[in-house]
């Protein structure tokens, strides 16, 4: 899909989609629950989110879907698959929280994936099922993945500069399991915020966990997941988008006023408002909302190693501030839905801006506005398809954006706002 956007200028009040992170929590552990339903609240039924369910309900989770709400009747902590066949299209937390769900019981599951997600690496459990000599086959690491066979208790070693997804995985996998179990973090633990998620979520559904100060985490088997209801929060990976979009305004007396922002979340990509207040963004901040007005922002040097995901809206503010930004610490950015070091560099370079790739870091030179009137590609990422649609306010002319239908990933009514 081809979309057209003519430079304007965005004002007014914004409602902010529900967490992804949290909703994929959510569903899961109303999905492994006892007793009576759970009802998550507040949900938009993006292909990821909808992915998760999908998934959960063919394991043996009853699903009654609302319009922005599920009603969740869980399976006792069971897997138990009418299809061993398990889609993923193109999440990776679906398939890296699911993967050790889902042999907590003995199963024969084939893992299948679209677009980038067949490539994204799955080491760390095929190293576990090297060492539980759990049968998997898999085309040089890649998707379809193929395993048979059950989870062990026991002593896991994890190192933590790899997606935190993985030990989310565990986290709720091996509660479900007959004996105790530790996570031991070898190295510094990166993402620590959606370990604060994880955490959350299955204390919300009785799960306990004892977490050493993330450098381990103690889990005791034979738990039970109790049903629960839940209203998800707003996402900060998503409003980034608009924070960047009220702080870029050419209007002065334009603003934008994001709904559902919670001032105490401990989602990680919550420090997009330190770092935009570093640049000097003005902002408003309140407990359930944000108003952001037109700032002029400076460089600065952002570590991206805890909040990857807003990573290429933060390139854009780059790019339109003074000075220099560094966005270092990249390396996971290579391993997204696109290579998007490399995708918003290029993209964003085709507009007028001054984006340069140094290792895994980008070192970006201030302009004073982008000149558009040219195509660009979304990469079929969505978070580049919307920092581009971003990026065209400030533009002179017209631009196109080419696999602009990626938006459907995370925030399929994005496009409809800008």
Same mark, same amino acid.
């Given at each position: 899909?081809?979309?057209?956007?003519?430079?304007?200028?965005?004002?007014?009040?914004?409602?902010?989609?529900?967490?992804? @992170?949290?909703?994929?929590?959510?569903?899961?552990?109303?999905?492994?629950?006892?007793?009576?339903?759970?009802?998550?609240?507040?949900?938009?039924? =993006?292909?990821?989110?909808?992915?998760?369910?999908?998934?959960?309900?063919?394991?043996?989770?009853?699903?009654?879907?609302?319009?922005?709400?599920?009603?969740?009747?869980?399976?006792?902590?069971?897997?138990?698959?009418?299809?061993?066949?398990?889609?993923?299209?193109?999440?990776?937390?679906? &398939?890296?929280?699911?993967?050790?769900?889902?042999?907590?019981?003995?199963?024969?599951?084939?893992?299948? /994936?679209?677009?980038?997600?067949?490539?994204?690496?799955?080491?760390?459990?095929?190293?576990?099922?090297?060492?539980?000599?759990?049968?998997?086959?898999?085309?040089?690491?890649?998707?379809?993945?193929?395993?048979?066979?059950?989870?062990?208790?026991?002593?896991?070693?994890?190192?933590?500069?790899?997606?935190?997804?993985?030990?989310?995985?565990? *986290?709720?996998?091996?509660?479900?399991?007959?004996?105790?179990?530790?996570?031991?973090?070898?190295?510094?633990?990166?993402?620590?915020? !959606?370990?604060? *998620?994880?955490?959350?979520?299955?204390?919300? %559904?009785?799960?306990? &966990?004892?977490?050493? /100060?993330?450098? @381990?985490?103690?889990?005791?088997?034979?738990?039970?997941?109790?049903?629960?209801? !839940?209203?998800?929060? /707003?996402? !900060?990976?998503?409003?980034?988008?608009?924070?960047? %979009?009220?702080?870029?305004?050419?209007?002065?007396?334009?603003?934008?006023?994001?709904?559902?922002?919670?001032?105490?979340?401990?989602?990680? +990509?919550?420090?997009?408002?330190?770092?935009?207040?570093?640049?000097?963004?003005?902002?408003?901040?309140?407990?359930?909302?944000?108003?952001?007005?037109?700032?002029?922002?400076?460089?600065?040097?952002?570590?991206?190693?805890?909040?990857?995901?807003?990573?290429?809206?933060?390139?854009?503010?780059?790019?339109?501030?003074?000075?220099?930004?560094?966005?270092?610490?990249?390396?996971?950015?290579?391993?997204?839905?696109?290579?998007?070091?490399?995708?918003?560099?290029?993209?964003?370079?085709?507009?007028?801006?001054?984006?340069?790739?140094?290792?895994?870091?980008?070192?970006?030179?201030?302009? +004073?506005?982008?000149?558009?009137?040219?195509?660009?590609?979304?990469?079929?990422?969505?978070?580049?398809?919307?920092?581009?649609? &971003?990026? =065209?306010?400030?533009?002179?002319?017209?631009?196109?954006?080419?696999?602009?239908?990626?938006?459907?990933?995370?925030?399929?009514?994005? *496009?409809?706002?800008?």
């Amino acid at each position: 899909m081809k979309v057209k956007i003519k430079p304007g200028i965005l004002n007014g009040t914004i409602e902010i989609p529900p967490s992804k @992170s949290y909703s994929h929590r959510a569903v899961i552990a109303a999905a492994l629950a006892s007793g009576e339903k759970s009802k998550i609240d507040n949900l938009k039924f =993006s292909v990821d989110i909808t992915t998760t369910t999908d998934i959960m309900e063919n394991w043996g989770a009853k699903v009654i879907r609302g319009e922005n709400f599920l009603e969740i009747v869980g399976n006792d902590g069971k897997v138990v698959p009418r299809d061993k066949y398990t889609q993923c299209n193109e999440s990776g937390s679906t &398939i890296r929280f699911l993967i050790p769900i889902g042999i907590t019981s003995e199963n024969e599951l084939i893992f299948d /994936g679209k677009g980038k997600l067949v490539d994204r690496p799955l080491d760390t459990y095929y190293k576990i099922f090297d060492k539980q000599k759990i049968f998997y086959k898999t085309e040089k690491g890649k998707l379809p993945l193929e395993i048979k066979g059950k989870l062990q208790s026991g002593i896991y070693e994890i190192d933590g500069n790899i997606s935190s997804q993985f030990i989310t995985g565990l *986290l709720y996998a091996l509660p479900l399991l007959e004996g105790n179990s530790k996570i031991v973090i070898n190295k510094s633990l990166e993402s620590k915020g !959606y370990i604060d *998620l994880t955490l959350e979520i299955l204390k919300i %559904a009785g799960i306990e &966990i004892i977490n050493n /100060g993330y450098k @381990s985490f103690d889990i005791r088997g034979n738990q039970k997941y109790k049903s629960f209801d !839940y209203t998800v929060e /707003g996402d !900060y990976s998503q409003v980034a988008f608009w924070i960047v %979009a009220g702080i870029i305004s050419s209007n002065r007396d334009n603003k934008i006023k994001c709904l559902h922002v919670n001032k105490n979340s401990l989602q990680g +990509d919550r420090e997009i408002i330190e770092i935009v207040q570093r640049m000097g963004a003005n902002l408003e901040i309140y407990d359930d909302y944000v108003i952001v007005k037109p700032s002029k922002t400076k460089g600065t040097v952002i570590d991206v190693s805890q909040c990857p995901d807003i990573a290429p809206i933060l390139t854009v503010l780059g790019a339109l501030s003074e000075g220099e930004t560094q966005i270092i610490n990249g390396e996971r950015l290579r391993i997204k839905e696109s290579d998007r070091i490399t995708s918003i560099k290029t993209e964003l370079n085709k507009l007028g801006a001054k984006v340069e790739e140094k290792g895994d870091d980008l070192v970006i030179q201030g302009v +004073d506005g982008f000149k558009g009137g040219v195509t660009v590609s979304a990469w079929n990422d969505h978070r580049i398809a919307m920092s581009l649609a &971003i990026a =065209s306010t400030r533009c002179e002319k017209e631009i196109v954006i080419e696999e602009a239908e990626s938006v459907k990933k995370s925030y399929p009514h994005f *496009l409809g706002r800008v």
